[in-house]
């Protein structure tokens, strides 16, 4: 039985505050598994009779490979101390799929719980085993020595795990013990799942293509499996192969043939394990390991009849035996004892009292009816007896066993014919009863099996069309009692708003809904429910399963223990949580349709709103919505009337061609239009719209149509058009101004009137793109206006001759000349004073302005035009402007030619005065040439402050030109020498000095 664990004493003792009754919880992974069926109503049954609460918190292997498994198993993060006192864990089921190190991490995850493992020892903590290599080696012992088979493959259960390894160890060891060598192409994985066994068939028939005369699994799943595989191959087990399991589940009695396996104990490993984790919480030792042995069933799969036929059959007796009365009376202690045991084993360990008491009662009935004391005492008791043992769930073909075991022991007494007769007759209705219950007992058991199958069936159609989440509990609380479910619970996780928390939406105890806050209680998850909730009083057995969609983890829900089939709460929990899901997404679908419809009413108000036509079209062109705006323009009374309809229902052929062609390019290629500007139509007016149209996809990115943007810019259009015009009229007052500007800078640097009139002409002429311009002169008398210049060559033609227009006569120049003021023909044809001209054949308006010099006019510049309406009134302002500056450049040319006359005819003037004056001064003041070296100046007349510097120069010069070194002054002419007179003498002679000569002076009167 293993050693005592050097823990318990110390980490596996807890105390108890008050009377609280204790709680043990159970962690399994498939509480539907053949497996775990058998062993968790053991644990159940002790904590019952022990009266403390049992947790099973149901979830799937760790690290489970299969499907959305994994979401299962976030139940083991629940496990609390606030919840649960100590833990059992089925780790054969478990740890499928982890190291031993991984488990041994993921136990101490629970410390300081109390914990028990069932069927995978760790170091540390407490476990419950079997003998897993002496069953097995008793299995392949029995196929190679009883049946002689040598060929024999092996289903492997799950790699690292201890029970799969052992097993495996024992079909080696007994191959090896046996002298047959280990052939790897026998050995087949396995991962203790029904298709696994399936798989490994399929592998060695189809695959490795191997010969074999039995097949052994690791357990009693993967064997059924592998014997459906044989069947579907067209093999007969046990006629062309044998079969043999491990666990004796109850499948593999009832499997067509039964199967051949070896019987674990597995109530007794759940009740052993029970009893373990309650003498730990009660501070007493109990042992590392405990081992239970297995027993090897032998059934049809292996080609054996079962044992209570082998049983039946009586040896013959050697000597006298003693007569059946004398056997009952010298041995009944010893009958009583076999007899119970037989029938305790049936009972799977449920209790060994019932088997002694019922044993007891038949074999008094059976002696007074042997003794004649009672007539028909037997068959009534052995029904009676029968009875009570289906309803303790014990296996009634047992009970052919009980009927052998009397059989052999006294039928060999037999004394005399009739006593042979009247004693296998009683056998023979006995057994006849014995198998009419049995029968009838499985009929009942199928028949509840069924109808339960059916509740469950009706329960799911009904949970399947519920579509609100209120109206789910409710169902849930009608329907689950009908499966004798008294009490459960249901709570979602709020992930989202309160991480760590759910919320309990539903609790209901002998089907009656608790009164629930609206929208449920908040509480920790970890609580598995809220405190005002939870059972405190009675003592309960429920089952924790999450409830889980895909990978989506729902919530959790709670059942009161019912029914022990563990297939009732798995098949719940899958209703539940599709129905959960279901409801769950009708109201997140609702809240985000009401939520969406919120959003298309406010965006539907905005967009009518909006003076923009929004709408959307299919891929062949047809209305799906429009708004207000749309519908205004097409006409129609509502958006429903648009649905359906094309452009080609409302707009002009071309322009719905147009936008069709637009459309399904946009269609064709996925390429969105933008900002595209257009005519359309609006209540019969043409308007234009800047369109924006945008591909619209599906979830595969297929474009199915599209969504449209119009903006009405008409108003911008015009606005533009407006600017357009008026930055072509700026434009043009720009020409028009810098031409005004270059004309000003010509006629103020162009001195000549006849350079001054032709230059105005030409640049007026090609700044203003204009047809012709010409320039008329007032002529001396009045009464004609002499054409003077004229743009280009037509012009000088017409200049040449001199052409002339009378002033007041029937022309626009003679009438503007006449009248003074401009006259305008915006249409020549219209007016009565234009008078054509066959060398200007393509004007078309015409415009002639008076040149005016206050109020005189001198003549008129005519502008003409190949286009209608070419001069309005800022065009008219700036030539009239030219006009003007051209009257007073003209006029300023004329004055300055004047100037220049009298300027020539002043130099003429004045050149004649200068000579004479030169010749006066000569002869004022001469210089006479007397001899070499000698000159002579005789002054004559009076002596200013200006005769006495020439007096000075004409003496230097005469100086310098004579190379004179003495110079005679004679002032004898001289009338008045007074001191100003002498100082410029004086200033003459001290000048004539510095250029080396000598000065002397003659004709000095008296007086001076």
């Given at each position: 039985?293993?050693?005592?664990?050097?823990?318990?004493?110390?980490?596996?003792?807890?105390?108890?505050?008050?009377?609280?009754?204790?709680?043990?919880?159970?962690?399994?992974?498939?509480?539907?598994?053949?497996?775990?069926?058998?062993?968790?109503?053991?644990?159940?049954?002790?904590?019952?009779?022990?009266?403390?609460?049992?947790?099973?918190?149901?979830?799937?292997?760790?690290?489970?490979?299969?499907?959305?498994?994994?979401?299962?198993?976030?139940?083991?993060?629940?496990?609390?101390?606030?919840?649960?006192?100590?833990?059992?864990?089925?780790?054969?089921?478990?740890?499928?799929?982890?190291?031993?190190?991984?488990?041994?991490?993921?136990?101490?995850?629970?410390?300081?719980?109390?914990?028990?493992?069932?069927?995978?020892?760790?170091?540390?903590?407490?476990?419950?085993?079997?003998?897993?290599?002496?069953?097995?080696?008793?299995?392949?012992?029995?196929?190679?020595?009883?049946?002689?088979?040598?060929?024999?493959?092996?289903?492997?259960?799950?790699?690292?795990?201890?029970?799969?390894?052992?097993?495996?160890?024992?079909?080696?060891?007994?191959?090896?013990?046996?002298?047959?060598?280990?052939?790897?192409?026998?050995?087949?994985?396995?991962?203790?799942?029904?298709?696994?066994?399936?798989?490994?068939?399929?592998?060695?028939?189809?695959?490795?293509?191997?010969?074999?005369?039995?097949?052994?699994?690791?357990?009693?799943?993967?064997?059924?499996?592998?014997?459906?595989?044989?069947?579907?191959?067209?093999?007969?087990?046990?006629?062309?192969?044998?079969?043999?399991?491990?666990?004796?589940?109850?499948d593999a009695r009832f499997a067509t043939p039964p199967l051949t396996t070896v019987r674990q104990p597995l109530y007794n490993l759940g009740r052993r394990a029970a009893e373990m984790l309650l003498d730990l919480l009660q501070g007493e030792t109990c042992?590392?390991?405990?081992?239970?042995?297995?027993?090897?069933?032998?059934?049809?799969?292996?080609?054996?009849?079962?044992?209570?036929?082998?049983?039946?059959?009586?040896?013959?007796?050697?000597?006298?035996?003693?007569?059946?009365?004398?056997?009952?009376?010298?041995?009944?202690?010893?009958?009583?004892?076999?007899?119970?045991?037989?029938?305790?084993?049936?009972?799977?360990?449920?209790?060994?009292?019932?088997?002694?008491?019922?044993?007891?009662?038949?074999?008094?009935?059976?002696?007074?009816?042997?003794?004649?004391?009672?007539?028909?005492?037997?068959?009534?008791?052995?029904?009676?007896?029968?009875?009570?043992?289906?309803?303790?769930?014990?296996?009634?073909?047992?009970?052919?066993?009980?009927?052998?075991?009397?059989?052999?022991?006294?039928?060999?007494?037999?004394?005399?014919?009739?006593?042979?007769?009247?004693?296998?007759?009683?056998?023979?209705?006995?057994?006849?009863?014995?198998?009419?219950?049995?029968?009838?007992?499985?009929?009942?058991?199928?028949?509840?099996?069924?109808?339960?199958?059916?509740?469950?069936?009706?329960?799911?159609?009904?949970?399947?069309?519920?579509?609100?989440?209120?109206?789910?509990?409710?169902?849930?609380?009608?329907?689950?009692?009908?499966?004798?479910?008294?009490?459960?619970?249901?709570?979602?996780?709020?992930?989202?708003?309160?991480?760590?928390?759910?919320?309990?939406?539903?609790?209901?105890?002998?089907?009656?809904?608790?009164?629930?806050?609206?929208?449920?209680?908040?509480?920790?998850?970890?609580?598995?429910?809220?405190?005002?909730?939870?059972?405190?009083?009675?003592?309960?057995?429920?089952?924790?399963?999450?409830?889980?969609?895909?990978?989506?983890?729902?919530?959790?829900?709670?059942?009161?223990?019912?029914?022990?089939?563990?297939?009732?709460?798995?098949?719940?929990?899958?209703?539940?949580?599709?129905?959960?899901?279901?409801a769950l997404t009708l109201e997140e679908r609702r809240r985000g349709e009401e939520a969406l419809a919120r959003e298309r009413n406010l965006l539907r108000t905005l967009v009518d709103n909006l003076p923009d036509y929004i709408y959307v079209k299919d891929?062949?062109?047809?209305?799906?919505?429009?708004?207000?705006?749309?519908?205004?323009?097409?006409?129609?009374?509502?958006?429903?009337?648009?649905?359906?309809?094309?452009?080609?229902?409302?707009?002009?052929?071309?322009?719905?061609?147009?936008?069709?062609?637009?459309?399904?390019?946009?269609?064709?290629?996925?390429?969105?239009?933008?900002?595209?500007?257009?005519?359309?139509?609006?209540?019969?007016?043409?308007?234009?719209?800047?369109?924006?149209?945008?591909?619209?996809?599906?979830?595969?990115?297929?474009?199915?149509?599209?969504?449209?943007?119009?903006?009405?810019?008409?108003?911008?259009?015009?606005?533009?058009?407006?600017?357009?015009?008026?930055?072509?009229?700026?434009?043009?007052?720009?020409?028009?101004?810098?031409?005004?500007?270059?004309?000003?800078?010509?006629?103020?640097?162009?001195?000549?009137?006849?350079?001054?009139?032709?230059?105005?002409?030409?640049?007026?002429?090609?700044?203003?793109?204009?047809?012709?311009?010409?320039?008329?002169?007032?002529?001396?008398?009045?009464?004609?206006?002499?054409?003077?210049?004229?743009?280009?060559?037509?012009?000088?033609?017409?200049?040449?001759?001199?052409?002339?227009?009378?002033?007041?006569?029937?022309?626009?120049?003679?009438?503007?000349?006449?009248?003074?003021?401009?006259?305008?023909?915006?249409?020549?044809?219209?007016?009565?004073?234009?008078?054509?001209?066959?060398?200007?054949?393509?004007?078309?308006?015409?415009?002639?302005?008076?040149?005016?010099?206050?109020?005189?006019?001198?003549?008129?510049?005519?502008?003409?035009?190949?286009?209608?309406?070419?001069?309005?009134?800022?065009?008219?302002?700036?030539?009239?402007?030219?006009?003007?500056?051209?009257?007073?450049?003209?006029?300023?040319?004329?004055?300055?030619?004047?100037?220049?006359?009298?300027?020539?005819?002043?130099?003429?003037?004045?050149?004649?005065?200068?000579?004479?004056?030169?010749?006066?001064?000569?002869?004022?003041?001469?210089?006479?040439?007397?001899?070499?070296?000698?000159?002579?100046?005789?002054?004559?007349?009076?002596?200013?402050?200006?005769?006495?510097?020439?007096?000075?120069?004409?003496?230097?010069?005469?100086?310098?030109?004579?190379?004179?070194?003495?110079?005679?002054?004679?002032?004898?002419?001289?009338?008045?020498?007074?001191?100003?007179?002498?100082?410029?003498?004086?200033?003459?002679?001290?000048?004539?000095?510095?250029?080396?000569?000598?000065?002397?002076?003659?004709?000095?009167?008296?007086?001076?």
């Amino acid at each position: 039985m293993g050693q005592p664990s050097p823990h318990v004493g110390e980490s596996h003792r807890i105390s108890h505050p008050g009377n609280r009754r204790l709680t043990l919880g159970l962690l399994l992974a498939q509480i539907d598994e053949r497996y775990q069926a058998s062993v968790w109503p053991g644990i159940a049954d002790v904590a019952q009779e022990r009266d403390v609460n049992l947790l099973l918190f149901v979830g799937e292997s760790l690290r489970s490979p299969y499907g959305f498994e994994a979401q299962a198993n976030a139940i083991y993060d629940l496990v609390s101390p606030d919840r649960v006192d100590g833990l059992i864990l089925m780790s054969g089921s478990l740890g499928n799929f982890l190291s031993l190190e991984e488990f041994r991490d993921f136990l101490q995850r629970f410390r300081p719980l109390p914990i028990v493992n069932i069927g995978l020892p760790v170091e540390g903590f407490p476990c419950v085993v079997v003998d897993n290599r002496r069953g097995m080696r008793e299995a392949i012992a029995h196929l190679i020595e009883f049946h002689g088979y040598s060929r024999l493959a092996f289903i492997q259960g799950p790699a690292g795990h201890r029970e799969a390894e052992e097993r495996y160890q024992a079909y080696a060891e007994a191959l090896a013990e046996h002298g047959l060598a280990l052939d790897p192409q026998l050995i087949v994985p396995g991962d203790f799942r029904f298709p696994t066994g399936k798989e490994a068939i399929r592998l060695l028939l189809e695959e490795r293509k191997v010969n074999f005369e039995a097949v052994i699994a690791a357990n009693d799943t993967m064997a059924l499996g592998a014997l459906e595989a044989l069947g579907e191959h067209g093999l007969r087990v046990p006629y062309d192969v044998a079969l043999v399991g491990f666990d004796d589940v109850e499948d593999a009695r009832f499997a067509t043939p039964p199967l051949t396996t070896v019987r674990q104990p597995l109530y007794n490993l759940g009740r052993r394990a029970a009893e373990m984790l309650l003498d730990l919480l009660q501070g007493e030792t109990c042992p590392e390991l405990s081992t239970l042995p297995t027993e090897l069933v032998l059934r049809q799969s292996c080609g054996c009849f079962p044992e209570m036929v082998a049983e039946a059959a009586v040896e013959p007796a050697a000597e006298m035996e003693p007569s059946p009365g004398d056997f009952l009376a010298e041995h009944p202690g010893e009958l009583l004892t076999e007899m119970a045991q037989t029938i305790s084993s049936s009972l799977a360990g449920r209790g060994e009292l019932p088997a002694v008491q019922w044993t007891e009662r038949l074999l008094h009935a059976l002696w007074a009816e042997l003794r004649g004391e009672v007539v028909g005492a037997f068959l009534p008791t052995l029904d009676g007896v029968l009875r009570e043992a289906a309803s303790a769930g014990g296996d009634i073909n047992q009970w052919q066993s009980v009927l052998s075991l009397l059989r052999r022991r006294l039928l060999p007494g037999l004394r005399g014919k009739e006593a042979l007769v009247q004693m296998e007759n009683l056998w023979q209705q006995a057994r006849v009863l014995v198998g009419e219950t049995a029968q009838r007992l499985q009929a009942y058991r199928r028949l509840l099996s069924e109808q339960r199958s059916q509740m469950l069936w009706e329960i799911g159609q009904t949970l399947s069309t519920v579509a609100e989440l209120e109206e789910l509990l409710v169902m849930v609380t009608q329907e689950l009692p009908r499966l004798d479910i008294r009490h459960g619970y249901i709570s979602l996780q709020e992930k989202e708003t309160q991480p760590g928390t759910s919320r309990l939406v539903l609790a209901y105890r002998e089907g009656e809904r608790v009164p629930l806050p609206a929208g449920g209680l908040t509480f920790p998850t970890s609580s598995l429910l809220p405190d005002e909730i939870s059972p405190r009083e009675a003592r309960y057995t429920m089952v924790a399963m999450p409830l889980y969609f895909r990978d989506t983890l729902l919530g959790l829900a709670l059942f009161g223990m019912g029914p022990r089939e563990g297939v009732v709460y798995e098949m719940l929990r899958g209703q539940l949580s599709s129905a959960l899901q279901g409801a769950l997404t009708l109201e997140e679908r609702r809240r985000g349709e009401e939520a969406l419809a919120r959003e298309r009413n406010l965006l539907r108000t905005l967009v009518d709103n909006l003076p923009d036509y929004i709408y959307v079209k299919d891929a062949e062109g047809r209305f799906i919505l429009g708004n207000a705006a749309v519908v205004r323009q097409m006409g129609v009374a509502s958006p429903d009337e648009l649905v359906g309809k094309t452009d080609f229902d409302f707009f002009p052929r071309d322009l719905a061609e147009r936008y069709y062609a637009e459309e399904q390019e946009i269609i064709r290629s996925g390429r969105g239009l933008y900002e595209h500007e257009g005519p359309t139509v609006d209540g019969g007016r043409e308007r234009w719209v800047s369109t924006t149209k945008v591909p619209l996809r599906d979830a595969q990115g297929r474009v199915i149509g599209f969504v449209g943007l119009g903006r009405d810019i008409t108003e911008r259009k015009a606005a533009e058009a407006e600017r357009e015009r008026l930055l072509a009229t700026l434009e043009r007052r720009a020409l028009q101004l810098q031409t005004a500007a270059e004309v000003a800078r010509a006629v103020s640097s162009i001195l000549d009137p006849d350079e001054l009139i032709q230059k105005v002409v030409d640049l007026v002429a090609e700044r203003f793109n204009l047809y012709y311009v010409g320039l008329y002169l007032v002529d001396a008398t009045g009464k004609w206006a002499v054409l003077r210049a004229g743009s280009g060559e037509i012009g000088r033609k017409i200049a040449a001759p001199g052409e002339r227009l009378e002033v007041g006569g029937r022309s626009m120049v003679g009438w503007c000349v006449a009248n003074k003021q401009p006259r305008i023909a915006q249409d020549v044809s219209t007016d009565p004073m234009y008078m054509a001209s066959p060398q200007l054949p393509e004007t078309r308006s015409e415009l002639v302005l008076p040149l005016k010099m206050g109020e005189r006019v001198i003549g008129a510049l005519d502008v003409e035009s190949r286009e209608v309406g070419a001069f309005p009134e800022d065009v008219v302002t700036v030539f009239q402007t030219m006009a003007d500056q051209l009257t007073v450049a003209m006029e300023n040319a004329r004055t300055v030619a004047e100037i220049r006359q009298l300027n020539e005819d002043l130099k003429g003037t004045l050149e004649t005065q200068a000579r004479l004056l030169e010749t006066i001064r000569a002869l004022s003041t001469p210089v006479v040439p007397l001899m070499r070296g000698i000159i002579l100046l005789p002054l004559v007349g009076n002596i200013d402050t200006a005769r006495s510097l020439q007096i000075m120069e004409q003496l230097l010069n005469g100086v310098q030109q004579h190379r004179a070194q003495v110079a005679i002054v004679d002032i004898t002419g001289v009338p008045i020498v007074d001191t100003s007179v002498a100082n410029s003498l004086v200033r003459a002679a001290q000048a004539v000095n510095l250029l080396g000569a000598e000065v002397v002076l003659v004709g000095i009167r008296p007086e001076v």
